[in-house]
């Protein structure tokens, strides 16, 4: 059965540190993957996407994440936190949309 | 803008009642989901359609119903049946094979 593991529940990185989110899947096939971020009490906004191709993605806001096929993983990745990065992030796999399995997500802390 | 309206924000109601959630989006987007995300876990599907009058389960659809009577909107009702409504309901939408474009969501209490 398809799966997501997002490892740690919360982080807390300095301003200006670097950030490296987890994200480790179990799929049949390549699939589908996203990074989404969810500020309190909103709804997920994307951040990137990954379908094929390059398997370093850019996204917004700073944001990359990698593909290993190797590792089945998609860590999301910024060289400097900013405190408006403070928030939650969901690692999504899936064929499509309807089929879309979300992690339990990683809280951001950011330390001034 | 275009996006994803969802009403109320927060909504609070008696154990025993049936409660509707609204979901309205002016993208034009073909498909529409239903979430369920509760503190520590995942988003789970609940139910989804891709196109007007039809709808399909998700993983989690005991205790809810939808209807697709229009593009625009996908209400969904929360029954006396669901055994832990109290949770936060996302709605989203998406067309063709673009990503899920969400709602910001309505926290539902049930006392």
């Known amino acids: 059965a398809q799966s997501v593991t997002q490892p740690d529940i919360h982080i807390t990185v300095s301003e200006g540190a670097s950030l490296e989110l987890r994200c480790n899947y179990s799929?049949?096939?390549?699939?589908?993957l996203f990074w989404y971020v969810q500020s309190p009490g909103q709804g997920l906004q994307l951040l990137l996407k990954?379908?094929?191709?390059?398997?370093l993605v850019q996204g917004i806001k700073g944001f990359e994440a990698e593909f290993k096929r190797s590792q089945s993983s998609f860590n999301l990745r910024k060289p400097s936190v900013h405190w408006s990065d403070a928030a939650e992030y969901f690692c999504?796999?899936?064929?499509?949309?309807?089929?879309?399995?979300f992690g339990a997500g990683t809280r951001l802390t950011v330390k001034p | 803008d275009g996006g994803i309206t969802q009403s109320p924000k927060y909504l609070f109601r008696k154990e025993g009642q049936n409660v509707t959630l609204s979901c309205e989006q002016n993208?034009?987007?073909?498909?529409m989901y239903w979430y369920r995300q509760d503190p520590g876990q995942g988003l789970r599907l609940i139910y989804y359609?891709?196109?007007?009058?039809?709808?399909q389960k998700g993983d989690i659809a005991e205790g809810y119903s939808v209807s697709r009577e229009k593009k625009e909107s996908f209400p969904l009702t929360v029954t006396s049946a669901q055994k832990n409504p109290t949770a936060f309901y996302l709605c989203?939408?998406?067309?063709?094979?673009?990503?899920?474009?969400f709602g910001n969501g309505t926290r539902l209490t049930v006392t």
């Open positions: 989203a939408s998406s067309i063709g094979t673009s990503p899920l474009h």
């Open positions: 799929y049949g096939a390549t699939p589908y």
């Open positions: 990954y379908f094929s191709g390059d398997t």
């Open positions: 999504a796999v899936g064929a499509g949309n309807n089929d879309m399995r």
């Open positions: 993208l034009n987007h073909d498909a």
């Open positions: 359609s891709q196109i007007v009058n039809d709808f």
